[in-house]
């Protein structure tokens, strides 16, 4: 069975970090395109933060601006998110998502069920 569990979100002040953590099973990492994370505010849209590919390729929404960083470990069947540098415009939750594809196109079908994370200033 698919499944995609995040794990990882709290509060923070401006400044901290925190490492977002997405436990797949069902084979999910070894047949995607792509794996990725994804946040949405109150209010606001779904936006895609980060995304890795199957070979390690590493894509960041331009608000990253460096402050992030995506990693997988396809032995564990995980996709990591370390966030730095945190402030409250990143407050959100948090959703691992998976491309399956064919083809491949950044098509997220496939959801986990989303973590908070609180910036407080």
């Known amino acids: 069975q698919v499944q995609l569990v995040e794990s990882g979100g709290g509060s923070v002040q401006t400044g901290g970090s925190l490492k977002l953590t997405c436990t797949t099973s069902?084979?999910?990492?070894?047949?995607?395109?792509?794996m990725g994370w994804l946040r949405q505010a109150p209010g606001k849209e779904r936006e895609l933060v980060s995304a890795?590919?199957?070979?390690?390729?590493?894509h960041y929404a331009s608000f990253v601006q460096g402050r992030f960083r995506i990693s997988r470990d396809d032995a564990e069947g995980r996709v990591y998110l370390q966030m730095n540098l945190l402030h409250p415009a990143d407050t959100a939750v948090y959703y691992c998502?998976?491309?399956?594809?064919?083809?491949?196109?950044?098509?997220?079908?496939?959801w986990g069920q989303g973590t908070q994370v609180t910036v407080s200033s």
């Open positions: 069902g084979g999910v990492m070894s047949t995607s395109c792509d």
């Open positions: 998502a998976a491309d399956p594809g064919p083809p491949c196109g950044r098509d997220w079908t496939v």
């Open positions: 890795i590919s199957r070979s390690g390729s590493t």
